[in-house]
């Protein structure tokens, strides 16, 4: 069973910048995509970001522009660049596999609480 370990959140100014980090423990093929997810507050869990096996990347449209997946296959990690960070960026981070539409490879990780505020 793969687990996700989710660090590097943190509060932070509106207008700053956050580096996420997500390493797995447990085996996990590179053959899998990646993703970072968030939930705020009184909120659904979302995602935000998703990286292929060979690189390819998506984005929510709400951090598009903003925010960089990348991922190291030979570490088995995947970050998360933040930049120009705004108040409703505020929540809790999270990383898995994303397997299909609502589906993912592993149980939730305790995630990383980012906050964004002056």
């Known amino acids: 069973q793969v687990q996700f370990v989710e660090s590097g959140g943190g509060l932070v100014q509106p207008g700053g910048s956050l580096r996420l980090s997500c390493a797995a423990s447990g085996s996990i093929f590179s053959i899998y995509a990646r993703g970072w997810y968030r939930q705020a507050p009184g909120k659904q869990r979302e995602w935000v970001a998703r990286?292929?096996?060979?690189?390819?990347?998506n984005y929510a449209d709400s951090v598009k522009g903003r925010f960089t997946i990348s991922r190291d296959n030979a570490k088995n990690t995947v970050s998360l660049q933040m930049n120009s960070l705004k108040p409703e960026d505020t929540a809790v981070y999270y990383c898995?596999?994303?397997?299909?539409?609502?589906?993912?490879?592993?149980?939730w990780g305790q995630g990383t609480q980012v906050t964004v505020s002056s």
């Open positions: 990286i292929g096996s060979g690189g390819s990347t």
């Open positions: 898995n596999s994303p397997l299909g539409p609502g589906t993912v490879l592993s149980s």
